[in-house]
């Protein structure tokens, strides 16, 4: 059993965090790119070494936790390549302009900086995607910004592993020694939260736990921002023009979809919304049974959902479709409205609802029902248009993503990606976790008025000499300023 961190171990980790800050902020982005590079090979060079520890702690195939590594490692190039292009830093340059009107306006250059030591809460469902090396350090990383992980409990032994690599790698690459830590232990990570060297977090994880620590984060005598990705439902609604072009299709995709990593998945589509009469339950209960029985991340995962499908079977007007190593729940808009807060209630694991809907009607009051999603989805045809048309702004009300004719599970890492939504998915619906743009989450604008050109940091210089992407009199260039 891994011990947690001592007293004296998070000081020390917390204090060379803090020391690591403004060398770690201040290097070049080409810098601090090739940084991150070293680590993603350093973390591809170890995976025969560091996917045998995921499995025995995880009881993930080797397959998902090999694919993982990679979007792991795949994830940290991409923001160092970010970081050299320079959209990043978001600089902009208003050069002055003495016939400005109403009045003269001055040279003003902004550009993000970091904001300093960030604490991460490392997930369990994803032990390197959403962990130690997961996307939350790597954005952290490219914002500049010294990292302190808190390990999970799921992973131990893997978490101290990971961070012994990247320890490593960054200090063979001559980042400032500091720039990353791991912690381990519920108190420990409770304790950093506090302390005022940490300046935001990030965390993935439950409802409760997430509200928990966001409400220490906000309530410091500094409050800093508390990123939080919470609880989804993922709500999927298909139109009877879909069923009839593709209905059986639908089927075992939605089934593929909910029991993917024994649906242990964030983005799991926890309800499917049928119109009366879809014909589908043959074809829905018999992927359901050719579902094999799996392993689940750990005991108390397993007894949380044990614990959530027995209450799910016990609501008046849920009843059981089909079971196997995975569960099909079904019920009406009707019983889902009449018991709205005993069936929305996320059930992390391998089991999900189909929920028909009888008209329009019911199937607005459905989407009215929900709370904040990470996604919802849409299953519909080109006939399908007008009422997509009405559609689709209720569904972007609820969700962070609107998927079309698509499955939930599965987040590519993009610059387009947005993996955030209204609560209780995030705490914070305008960031996202997944994609470049996570960066943003640990930067802060700083606008320079009318200072020398000598004294300005490089990327704001007239020269350009990083070579960057800049907007320049609101137009985009990467060329000199003009004066």
Excluded at 222 to 243: C, D, K, M, W
Excluded at 432 to 454: E, L
């Amino acid at each position: 059993m891994t011990p947690d961190t001592t007293p004296a171990e998070l000081e020390q980790a917390l204090a060379a965090a803090a020391a690591a800050a403004p060398a770690f902020g201040a290097a070049e982005p080409a810098v601090r790119a090739g940084w991150i590079r070293t680590v993603a090979d350093a973390l591809d060079a170890a995976v025969d070494e560091l996917v045998p520890i995921a499995m025995r702690e995880s009881s993930l195939p080797e397959a998902r936790l090999r694919g993982e590594v990679a979007r792991s490692t795949g994830q940290l190039r991409l923001f160092a390549d970010a970081l050299v292009e320079g959209s990043l830093l978001e600089v902009v340059i208003d050069t002055a302009d003495a016939a400005a009107k109403p009045v003269p306006r001055p040279d003003l250059r902004r550009v993000l900086v970091p904001l300093g030591p960030v604490l991460v809460f490392a997930a369990s469902n994803f032990p390197f995607a959403f962990s130690v090396c997961g996307g939350d350090t790597a954005s952290a990383f490219a914002a500049g910004c010294p990292v302190v992980v808190k390990g999970h409990p799921g992973h131990p032994e893997l978490s101290v592993r990971t961070a012994e690599v990247m320890i490593e790698a960054l200090r063979t690459a001559g980042a400032p020694d500091g720039a990353f830590g791991l912690i381990q232990g519920f108190d420990v990570g409770v304790i950093a939260l506090k302390d005022p060297r940490i300046t935001a977090a990030g965390f993935t994880g439950s409802v409760p736990a997430g509200k928990a620590l966001h409400e220490i984060a906000v309530t410091r005598p500094e409050p800093i921002p508390f990123y939080g990705e919470l609880g989804s439902l993922n709500p999927v609604f298909v139109t009877q023009a879909a069923i009839d072009a593709r209905g059986k299709e639908i089927a075992t995709g939605y089934v593929g979809s909910f029991t993917l990593g024994v649906g242990q998945f964030c983005t799991k589509p926890g309800l499917l919304f049928l119109p009366v009469g879809h014909g589908l339950q043959d074809a829905l209960t018999e992927a359901v049974g050719g579902v094999a029985a799996a392993t689940m991340l750990n005991e108390r995962i397993k007894e949380t959902f044990d614990t959530g499908l027995t209450r799910l079977e016990k609501v008046e007007g849920v009843r059981v479709w089909g079971s196997g190593g995975a569960t099909l729940l079904q019920t009406t808009v009707g019983e889902l409205l009449a018991r709205r807060d005993e069936i929305l209630e996320e059930c992390f694991g391998p089991v999900s609802i189909v929920v028909e809907y009888d008209g329009l009607d019911e199937l607005r009051s459905a989407i009215a029902a929900f709370d904040g999603n990470l996604t919802a989805t849409l299953h519909a045809e080109e006939t399908d248009n007008d009422l997509a048309t009405e559609l689709l702004p209720l569904l972007t009300a609820k969700a962070g993503r609107v998927l079309w004719n698509g499955w939930p599970t599965g987040v590519a890492v993009s610059w387009a990606q947005h993996h955030g939504g209204p609560f209780p998915s995030t705490v914070g619906s305008i960031h996202t976790s997944v994609g470049v743009t996570a960066a943003r989450r640990f930067q802060r604008p700083v606008a320079y008025q009318d200072a020398p050109d000598a004294v300005l940091p490089a990327v704001l210089r007239d020269a350009n000499p990083l070579g960057i992407s800049r907007r320049i009199d609101g137009a985009i260039s990467t060329g000199e300023v003009k004066r």
